[in-house]
Structure formats: C-alpha cells, structure tokens
C-alpha cells in the first residue's frame, strides 16, 4: 500500500508541518504495512543550504523533491510563485509517477490539496486531507471580506474538495466546529488528531536549558518566551505593550522571541525606540536544540488573534507542554489551547488587545512561585496523561489504515 504525504516541505527542513510529517512519515513506514513518500519542494523554510532536486531514502521513507522555484517569504509575488511551481510539480509527478494508493495532503501551499483531489478522481486514490490552516477562512476573517468574488470563487473549491475527500483530520475541535459549518459539513469525515511535540529525546537532543540560559546572559531573569512563527494570526502589540507594562514593575523579566513572522519584524521595528526594554530576539532553533531552548524559559506565551479561532490552532504549545512549563495565552476563552489551558490548570488566559490583563498575569507568574509551580506541575501532568506523542501517531496509524482498508477493498 503505497502512501504519499504532500507538503511544501520535508525532511531535512525544519518548517513545522516539515516536522510533523516527517514523523508520521516514520511511523507509518515502520509498521511495515506502508510504503511511504514524501513528495516536497526544494523551497526552503529554515534551511540554509539549497536543496537539490532528487529522490532519497530517510528512515525507510522515500523523499521525492521537485524542482520548483525558492523566492522564499520575501514578497508575495515570490511566495506564489513557489506555490504554483510546486503545484504544477506534484500534479505532474501524482498523475504520472508511480500511483499512490493514499494521498495525505497538508495546507502548505495553500489549497495543494487539489491535486490530491484530481489524483483521486484520475487514478482512483483515496484523499487525507490534513488540515493546518482552514483556507480559504483564514485570508477572509470578516463578513465583507467573505463576500469578494476571490473569497467566494475559493469557498465554491474548497465545497469542491470537502465533497470529495475521504477524510479531515484537524488538530483541534475548535477546526472541526468550523469545517462543520460549510455546505458539506454535516456530510464529510472529519477525525481530531491533535499535533504534537517535535522536541527529540535522548541522543538527538543537544545542549541543556542552563546553558542556553548562560549563553544568552538570562542566568538570574525570569524568562518570558515567545518561541514559533509570529504571524498575522498572533496579537504582537499585546505581548510588546504589556510585557513592557510589567517590566516596569519587575527587573527581573526578560522577554525572549525566537522565530520570525510578520509581527517578529513589527515587534523588532517597535523595540528599535525602547532599547531599554530586556527583550531578546533570536534566530529560528533547530531541532536538536529546541528543548534545552524552550526548557529555558520560566514561562511561555502562546497567542492567536480571536478572528482566527477555529482555523488554525498553535502547535507549539505541544512543544510546551513536552517541558513542563507554565503557559499564559493571549486570545479568546474559545480557543482550542485556551481551553486546554484553563480546564487543565496550566496556566492563565487573557484578553487579545488588553496588554494590562497581560502585565498583570505576568506579574503573578513571577511574584507567586507557588503557583507558577502548581502550573508547570500541571502542565507535565497533561502531558502524560493526553499529549504523548505516541498517542497521536497511534491514532494517525489507525486512521490510515481504514483508509487503507477502503482503498484495498474497492482494488479487489
């Protein structure tokens, strides 16, 4: 049964959805049931070197990585002139390469998921469609915006594509409320897997928290911590202006951001005059170090901007809550980590646009030891009980192989 997971970006790369297909990748190879290719870019996302167009074997998985060009996050004309090279790529290689019994398609591109679509109805393929981001939503968050004719032609496609995948697997049951509400929702199969953490254990982890700590001169500070893309869907100003409020009142904070996104370079820019604020930016971590760099934070900041519940949901939190540490989001109460947060204990939730809710949160989290401590002991809790790594690629397995099953029967 030969299974193709359809991403922009795969192994060696360091994007998250890279990530997160890379080891769903793995566990499917080896159960011995499968065999895996990841058809992917040479487009990068944290890589440094360019990538060659070739095919090469990772873990007993295939990576097949197409020629397309590599303008990166530059500028918009460059980002989709990537994303239709890639397209007209993997279209080419899914109709006339070898024929793949499951597709599973991501959102990076954007709708890439159409080729899984026209693949199924060309080759007769089944269709997991694996959904990050909830487009065409996430670029039309308001009620004018929905009603441009681009927002209505990509809503009839999206229709189209619900109404012929086998299965939505969503990371969070906020996604899947949303899905339900388009015209075929009540119809299509939707499965919530949530996504986990990338952090390696044991000899694929380099370094420790203390010395990265020591490395970036936080030895005595209480550290805040922004780790991920900070995007359009994150609230910036209400992590700057009340980490700002805060440290006014406490010496002790450092704000550390690490990543890049549209509001990091908003966040820099609005730095560039308040020079005398303790806020560090550093480069995107690979993966190796990546929990010694979380782990050096007393407490970490997940946001989303309330306009983007329900099509998307923040996968670092899971890299969070992999170390144990206390989390404050900045967002709405609806949100599928909100409320993971404020039912399990884990930490504090506050208002998108009130950075004095967000002083204030951050204000008990350093003068209240005990109960930054009863959260971070909750957070590591939770971990075990519901957000093991192993839990969710379980059920990604069993997933896949109902589709499989699906798939072998109408073979027969």
């Avoid at 970006?9 to 065999?35: C, I, M, S, V, Y």
């Avoid at 007209?88 to 080729?115: C, E, K, W």
């Avoid at 690979?286 to 782990?295: F, H, I, K, S, Y």
């Avoid at 939190?317 to 989001?329: L, Y």
Wanted: net charge positive.
């Amino acid at each position: 049964m030969r299974v193709v997971i359809l991403n922009h970006f795969f192994h060696p790369d360091e994007a998250a959805t890279a990530q997160l297909n890379g080891d769903l990748a793995r566990a499917l190879a080896q159960t011995g049931k499968f065999q895996v290719a990841g058809l992917c870019g040479v487009t990068r996302y944290a890589l440094k070197d360019r990538q060659k167009s070739d095919i090469t074997r990772w873990n007993d998985v295939t990576i097949e990585r197409m020629a397309c060009t590599d303008y990166g996050t530059r500028s918009i004309p460059g980002r989709l002139c990537d994303y239709a090279t890639f397209f007209l790529q993997a279209l080419r290689r899914l109709l006339f390469g070898p024929r793949p019994d499951v597709v599973i398609a991501m959102t990076s591109p954007p709708l890439i998921v159409i080729a899984g679509v026209i693949t199924k109805i060309f080759r007769g393929s089944r269709l997991i469609y694996w959904v990050q981001d909830l487009y065409p939503e996430i670029i039309a968050t308001t009620p004018a915006k929905r009603k441009r004719l681009i927002c209505r032609i990509l809503s009839a496609v999206a229709d189209w594509v619900d109404a012929r995948t086998d299965l939505h697997v969503v990371p969070g049951a906020c996604m899947e409320q949303t899905l339900r509400q388009r015209k075929y929702g009540g119809k299509i199969n939707v499965s919530v897997i949530p996504n986990w953490s990338v952090i390696p254990t044991g000899s694929e982890a380099a370094g420790s928290s203390g010395e990265f700590r020591r490395a970036n001169h936080l030895t005595e500070k209480f550290v805040v911590m922004y780790s991920g893309n900070l995007g359009r869907a994150h609230d910036w100003e209400t992590i700057a202006e009340g980490f700002s409020l805060a440290a006014a009142n406490c010496p002790r904070l450092a704000l550390v951001l690490i990543g890049q996104g549209y509001g990091m370079e908003r966040l820099r820019k609005w730095h560039s005059s308040r020079q005398n604020l303790p806020i560090h930016f550093l480069p995107h971590q690979p993966r190796q170090n990546l929990g010694a760099a979380l782990g050096a934070a007393d407490l970490h900041i997940v946001s989303q901007s309330p306009d983007f519940d329900g099509l998307v949901v923040p996968s670092k939190f899971h890299g969070i809550a992999s170390v144990g540490r206390p989390v404050h989001f900045i967002g709405s109460d609806r949100n599928t980590v909100s409320r993971t947060i404020l039912d399990h204990g884990l930490g504090s939730v506050s208002a998108a646009g009130e950075p004095a809710q967000f002083a204030r949160a951050l204000e008990r989290f350093i003068h209240d030891p005990s109960f930054t401590g009863q959260c971070a002991m909750a957070v590591t809790r939770w971990q075990e009980e519901c957000g093991a790594t192993e839990k969710a690629l379980a059920q990604w397995i069993k997933a896949v192989e109902q589709i499989a099953r699906i798939q072998e029967s109408s073979n027969q």
